[in-house]
Every structure is written in C-alpha cells, then in structure tokens.
C-alpha cells in the first residue's frame, strides 16, 4: 500500500464547476500537507500549504484537511480552463524532512 | 511564492559525456535542497537531498557516484550526472526549502525543471 493515495484521474468538467481533488494517507508522521500544480513540462507551483485540521482558502482555491481520517482535500471554485494541468498533493514526513507525493490528478476544464 | 530557478532548461548530450544542472534559489536562503527525477505521467522520484556544506544523502538505489551533488552555498546546489547513459534521459526537478517558520513550518519550492536528453 502506498503512503499516499491519490486517484490519477483524469478529470474533465465544463468551465465554471467546482472541482475535488482528494488524497489519503496512512502515516501519521505526516504533519505539514501540500498542494502543487503541474503544467506539462514544467515544475510543480505551490498553491497551498496548512499544517492543521480544517479549512484554508485562497482566492478560488480551498485546502481542507482532516487529521482523523487521513483524508485531505482541495477545491476549486469557478474553474477555469487554465486550471488544466496535473495536482499533487504532498505531505511532509515529521521524522525524515521528506515530502511524500500523491502520484497526481490530471484535470482538464473544458470552455 | 520563493523563486528558484535552474540551468539549463534542456540539455541534449552524448552517451559517456556529463551534465551540470544548476538550481538557485533566488529570493531566500536554502540550507537544504532537493533533487527529483520524474518520468511521463509520473509523480516525483525524490535522488538526493542536499545540505549546505554537508555531503549530499542519496535515496535507496541512487548511486551517488553517478549522480554528483555539491550544495556549495545557501543559494546554490549543482547535479552533475556523469558518464550518462540513454536510461538516464529524464526530468530532473530541484527543490528548496525555506527555514522552519514560527510554528515550525517549512514551506518546499520547486524549480522549473531540467529536461535531459542522452543520445
């Protein structure tokens, strides 16, 4: 079993839908949760951080994550078609410094 | 966000010969620094990760005499592949990471990315 889980998709909605990437994980070492985008042929870009239980907003974006349940979440309200690229999500190992990455969701909004 | 940037953005070079890959982080001090490789449609593959002044700690199955890591200053550490084989074509990815924050956070910022290319 992998350490993250994180469903590679991909998705496709219309422009404008609220999107839900999601990733489990199973080691409770994880203490500080990341969100990165993709674009082909690029780096990853960082778009949220949070190191606690609950909710952090960002313009469109929203991280969300649930400690008890291992389970962390981004939204993005009003996609829009440069939104298309790959997400990953990445959690932070307490003991070893490592980021842990998701293997990625491809998403691709549609005009 | 932290800019980090690295050099060159695409290399094509022969078999046998070697490759540097630049990565500087441009607006903050890194005392550590990482380095990844990523295949199509895969996710990251964390090689190195790298400490200024100290010796690089390589990941199991990274052969660190293959893959050279120097993290000279707070601002810069080199990849250098050596005698590089078509298997080893790939993207490589540096990574640095800011100084622990008031909560003890740490905030992890990428390059664009080196895309290598062995004929």
């Known amino acids: 079993q992998k350490e993250v889980e994180q469903d590679p998709g991909p998705l496709s909605v219309p422009e404008g839908a609220i999107v839900s990437l999601n990733c489990t994980y199973s080691?409770?070492?994880?203490?500080?949760f990341m969100w990165y985008r993709q674009y082909s042929r690029k780096g990853p870009e960082l778009l949220m951080y949070t190191y606690s239980s609950g909710n952090k907003e960002d313009g469109r974006f929203t991280a969300q994550v649930d400690k008890s349940s291992k389970y962390i979440s981004l939204f993005i309200r009003d996609s829009q078609p440069s939104d298309s690229a790959t997400y990953l999500c990445a959690m932070m190992d307490r003991n070893t410094g490592k980021l842990i990455f998701g293997q990625g969701t491809t998403l691709q909004v549609k005009p | 966000g932290a800019v980090v940037s690295q050099h060159p953005s695409w290399v094509i070079c022969k078999s046998g010969t070697s490759v540097k890959i630049e990565c500087r982080s441009l607006d903050f001090q890194a005392t550590t620094m990482f380095w990844y490789r990523q295949f199509p449609k895969q996710s990251l593959m964390l090689m190195a990760t790298s400490n200024e002044g100290s010796k690089a700690t390589y990941e199991q199955g990274v052969e660190k005499d293959k893959f050279l890591i120097n993290h000279a200053s707070l601002t810069l550490s080199t990849l250098t592949v050596t005698s590089a084989h078509p298997e080893d074509s790939s993207f490589y990815i540096c990574?640095?990471?800011?100084?622990?924050?008031?909560?003890?956070?740490?905030?992890?910022?990428f390059g664009p990315g080196t895309r290598l290319t062995v004929t």
């Open positions: 080691n409770s070492a994880f203490q500080y």
């Open positions: 990574s640095a990471r800011t100084a622990e924050g008031l909560a003890g956070e740490y905030e992890q910022y």
